[in-house]
């Protein structure tokens, strides 16, 4: 009895975090009760977020003995078609709310979503910079070889964008499936240059550096998360969307580089 009370108001906890805020991410927000979630929590998030939701992810299962937390990380494009599919899962986390929108538009959503960290674009080079790269312009020069992000996914729409922005038509040798398959290209020398999160080249090696440039401003990316309608354990959903709202998971986050909403 007394673990159904528990559980109970955890769920109502966790609920009044996401109701509460609407579509903007709280600056504070309450950790998960140790013991009251129990089983596993299936997450499905975006790439960039690989490193920082797998911190995340180990400290929610310190703080709740015997949880279990799952990853999926792919781009996010992926990640909802497999949810409008019917992949069970309990939480998704996306790197751009156009992207949210496919999944919570199809009725997969189960209450409102939540902007938890924002991203912005910077051009990766090899160590070095051995093709000499200041900006975007740099990128259209003959021989300069670039990977870009599918436009479908959130690191290539912001790069397009930004292209735009710029008045810089580009053509890129290598279009990639998420912005990590777009930044091993740099790494494995394949590339002279590919438009990644600043997040991305942060948890990188030393072996790529970052070129940062003005008109990443004007395409930055919100990250979205929301607890999923049919999500197997919806408890454990709403108190992991907790913890990333709270102090720790923002400091996670911002420490790995992401910018608080």
Not at 83 to 109: E, H, L, W, Y
Request: hydrophobic share 45%; with cysteine; proline share 7%.
């Amino acid at each position: 009895m007394r673990a159904r009370r528990i559980r109970a108001t955890l769920a109502a906890l966790a609920l009044m975090v996401l109701t509460g805020c609407g579509g903007a991410a709280q600056t504070t927000g309450p950790r998960p009760a140790a013991g009251g979630v129990t089983g596993t929590v299936t997450v499905l998030a975006a790439a960039s977020l690989t490193e920082s939701f797998t911190r995340i992810g180990r400290d929610f299962e310190a703080a709740n003995p015997g949880v279990r937390v799952v990853f999926n990380f792919a781009g996010s494009s992926a990640l909802a078609a497999q949810i409008n599919q019917g992949a069970p899962a309990d939480v998704f986390a996306s790197a751009n709310p156009g992207t949210m929108r496919t999944v919570t538009d199809a009725g997969n959503g189960n209450g409102p979503t939540v902007t938890f960290a924002r991203n912005q674009l910077v051009i990766a080079v090899p160590e070095g910079n051995p093709a000499e790269v200041t900006g975007l312009a740099d990128l259209a020069r003959p021989g300069v070889k670039v990977a870009l992000c599918a436009e479908q996914v959130p690191c290539g729409a912001a790069a397009k964008q930004a292209l735009g922005a710029a008045g810089v038509p580009l053509t890129p040798v290598t279009w990639e499936r998420d912005v990590r398959a777009a930044l091993s290209k740099v790494k494995l020398g394949e590339v002279d240059a590919a438009l990644v999160y600043r997040t991305d080249v942060a948890a990188s090696t030393a072996d790529v550096d970052a070129v940062e440039f003005p008109e990443s401003a004007r395409a930055v990316n919100d990250y979205p998360i929301t607890v999923l309608k049919d999500a197997p354990n919806p408890v454990g959903a709403q108190a992991f969307v907790a913890h990333v709202l709270s102090d720790g998971g923002r400091s996670v986050l911002t420490g790995a580089g992401f910018q608080v909403p």
